[in-house]
C-alpha cells in the first residue's frame, strides 16, 4: 500500500537537551510539500559534528532529530520535484545547492545561500517542520536529519547517486570522505611533490590523508594524540604519524624540525579546536604555506593569535563540505567510488542496527571508531 501523500510514523533519534542521550522514539513524518522530497534512510554514519550537537558545543534548536551523512531512497516527491522520483538511490546533501543565489553561480563558491549551518533554524524553508512527536513539532537539524527512518528534504538539499551504490559506505560521501578529501584536492589544492600535515586522524582527517595521497603529496604527516588511529593513517598514506603528547616543545616546532626549519606545505585542522587551529597554521611555511580548518569551531569559540603568523604571507581559510559545490561533486565521487578510484571500507569501523545509536556515539567518544554505520532493517544484512 502506497504511504504517498499519508504521515508516517516511523523510528527516530530525539535529542531533547544538551548532554542527554538520544532517545529513540516514534516521530509522525509529514508528506513533503512542494519541492521536497520524503526519503526513507538506508544507512547513516556518525560524524562528531552530531556529537558536538549532543554535547551542546555547536548549536541547535531542540528537540532536534541530528543526523547528516547517509544513503536513502526516495518514498515521495512533492510537487514540483521533477529530477527524482520514488525508488531514486540519494544522498542527503548538508550543504545545500540552488544553484540561483549567488555563491552557487561563483565557480569557486560552495556555502549555499539557502544553508541551515551557522545559526540553524532547524526547519525547512517555508519556517516550518515535518516531524512531530505526539503532535509536537520536532526540529530538523542541517536541513537533512538522518538519524530517522524517514526524513523530507528540500530537493536543494539531495542528489540522486548510481542505484548500485552500497548504501552502508557511500552515506560517508555525505559528509565525511568529502569533507576531508575535498578539503585537500578542492580548497587547498594540494600539489604533487608537496609535504602536509593533517591534524586529527578521525574519520574525516583521514580523508584529508586520503585526499593529500591522491594529490602526489610526497610527504604526509599525521598528527593525534591517540596513537591507535595510527596504523589506519599510515595504511591510507601518512608517511609518519606524530603525537604531540610525546614532545616537550611546541608541536608547529617539531614540524618545523622534521621540514628542515621550513613548515609543510598545507596544514589541516580537522579536530575542531582553537589550540590546535593555531598550531596548524604555525605548522605551515611562513610564506607560502597553507593551513585549512576543517573541523567545526564550537559556536562560543573565540581566538588570539599573533598577527605575524599571517603578515609574513601564510594563507588561513576554512571549508565547509571541502569546499566542494554539493549537488555537482556527490554523483561524481560515488562514481569514482564504484569505479575504484579510492576505497570507503578503511574508514568503516562499526556496521551497527539504529537501535544501538548511543553505542555508536559511545564508541567515538572513546576514540574506538572511526565511523560507525548506522543500518536500518534489511540492511542490517549488508556487513563489509
Ligand atoms: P573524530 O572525533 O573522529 O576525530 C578527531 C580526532 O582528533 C580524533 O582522532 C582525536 O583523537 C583527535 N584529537 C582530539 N584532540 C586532539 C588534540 N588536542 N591534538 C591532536 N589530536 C586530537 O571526528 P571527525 O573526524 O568525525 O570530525 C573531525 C572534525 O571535523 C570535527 O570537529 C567535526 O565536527 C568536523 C567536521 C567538519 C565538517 C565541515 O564541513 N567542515 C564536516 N563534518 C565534520
Ligand atoms: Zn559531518
Ligand atoms: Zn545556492
Given at each position: 500500500m502506497s504511504t504517498a501523500g499519508k504521515?508516517?510514523?516511523?523510528?527516530?533519534?530525539?535529542?531533547?537537551?544538551?548532554?542527554?542521550?538520544?532517545?529513540?522514539?516514534?516521530?509522525?513524518?509529514?508528506?513533503?510539500?512542494?519541492?521536497?522530497?520524503?526519503?526513507?534512510?538506508?544507512?547513516?554514519?556518525?560524524?562528531?559534528?552530531?556529537?558536538?550537537?549532543?554535547?551542546?558545543?555547536?548549536?541547535a534548536n531542540f528537540p532536534v532529530i541530528p543526523g547528516h551523512e547517509a544513503t536513502g531512497i526516495v518514498?515521495?516527491?512533492?510537487?514540483?520535484?521533477?529530477?527524482?522520483?520514488?525508488?531514486?538511490?540519494?544522498?542527503?546533501?548538508f550543504l545545500p545547492q540552488c544553484g540561483e543565489c549567488t555563491v552557487c553561480k561563483n565557480p569557486e563558491g560552495n556555502l549555499c545561500e539557502k544553508?541551515?549551518?551557522?545559526?540553524?533554524?532547524?526547519?525547512?524553508?517555508?519556517?516550518?517542520?515535518?516531524?512531530?512527536?505526539?503532535?509536537?513539532?520536532?526540529?530538523?537539524?542541517?536541513s537533512t536529519s538522518t538519524f530517522t527512518e524517514y526524513t523530507v528534504l528540500h530537493e536543494d538539499c539531495v542528489v540522486k547517486v548510481d542505484a548500485a551504490a552500497p548504501p552502508e559506505k557511500v552515506c560517508l560521501i555525505g559528509c565525511g570522505f568529502s569533507t576531508g578529501y575535498g578539503a585537500a584536492i578542492k580548497s587547498a589544492k594540494v600539489q604533487p611533490g608537496s609535504?602536509?600535515?593533517?591534524?586529527?586522524?578521525?574519520?574525516?582527517?583521514?580523508?584529508?590523508?586520503?585526499?593529500?595521497k591522491s594529490a602526489g603529496a610526497s610527504e604526509i604527516i599525521g598528527i593525534d594524540i591517540n596513537k591507535d588511529k595510527f596504523p589506519l593513517a599510515k595504511q591510507l598514506g601518512a608517511t609518519q604519524c606524530?603525537?604531540?603528547?610525546?614532545?616537550?616543545?611546541?608541536?608547529?616546532?617539531?614540524?618545523?624540525?622534521?621540514t628542515n626549519g621550513r613548515g609543510v606545505d598545507y596544514s589541516f585542522e580537522v579536530i575542531g579546536r582553537t589550540d590546535t587551529m593555531i598550531a596548524a597554521l604555525a605548522s605551515c611555511n611562513m610564506n607560502y604555506g597553507i593551513s585549512v580548518v576543517?573541523?567545526?569551531?564550537?559556536?562560543?569559540?573565540?581566538?588570539?593569535?599573533?598577527?605575524?603568523?599571517?603578515?609574513?604571507?601564510?594563507?588561513?581559510?576554512?571549508?565547509?563540505?571541502?569546499?566542494?559545490?554539493?549537488?555537482?561533486?556527490?554523483?561524481?565521487?560515488?562514481?569514482?567510488?564504484?569505479?575504484?578510484?579510492?576505497c570507503l571500507d578503511p574508514l568503516i569501523t562499526h556496521i551497527l542496527p539504529f537501535d544501538k545509536i548511543n553505542e555508536g556515539f559511545e564508541l567515538l567518544r572513546k576514540g574506538k571508531s572511526i565511523r560507525a554505520i548506522l543500518v536500518f532493517g534489511d540492511e542490517q544484512h549488508t556487513r563489509k
Open positions: 504521515v508516517i510514523k516511523c523510528k527516530a533519534a530525539v535529542v531533547w537537551e544538551p548532554k542527554k542521550p538520544i532517545s529513540i522514539v516514534e516521530i509522525e513524518v509529514a508528506p513533503p510539500k512542494a519541492h521536497e522530497v520524503r526519503v526513507k534512510i538506508l544507512a547513516t554514519g556518525i560524524c562528531r559534528t552530531d556529537d558536538h550537537i549532543l554535547s551542546g558545543s555547536i548549536k518514498e515521495s516527491v512533492g510537487e514540483g520535484v521533477t529530477n527524482l522520483k520514488p525508488g531514486d538511490k540519494v544522498i542527503p546533501l544553508n541551515d549551518l551557522g545559526v540553524p533554524r532547524g526547519v525547512m524553508y517555508d519556517g516550518t517542520s515535518r516531524f512531530t512527536y505526539k503532535g509536537k513539532p520536532v526540529h530538523n537539524f542541517f609535504t602536509c600535515a593533517v591534524f586529527g586522524l578521525g574519520g574525516v582527517g583521514l580523508s584529508a590523508v586520503m585526499g593529500c606524530i603525537s604531540p603528547l610525546d614532545f616537550k616543545k611546541p608541536i608547529n616546532e617539531v614540524l618545523f624540525d622534521m576543517v573541523g567545526a569551531p564550537p559556536s562560543a569559540a573565540e581566538m588570539t593569535f599573533s598577527p605575524a603568523l599571517i603578515f609574513t604571507g601564510r594563507t588561513w581559510k576554512g571549508c565547509v563540505f571541502g569546499g566542494l559545490k554539493s549537488k555537482d561533486a556527490v554523483p561524481q565521487l560515488v562514481s569514482d567510488f564504484m569505479a575504484k578510484k579510492f
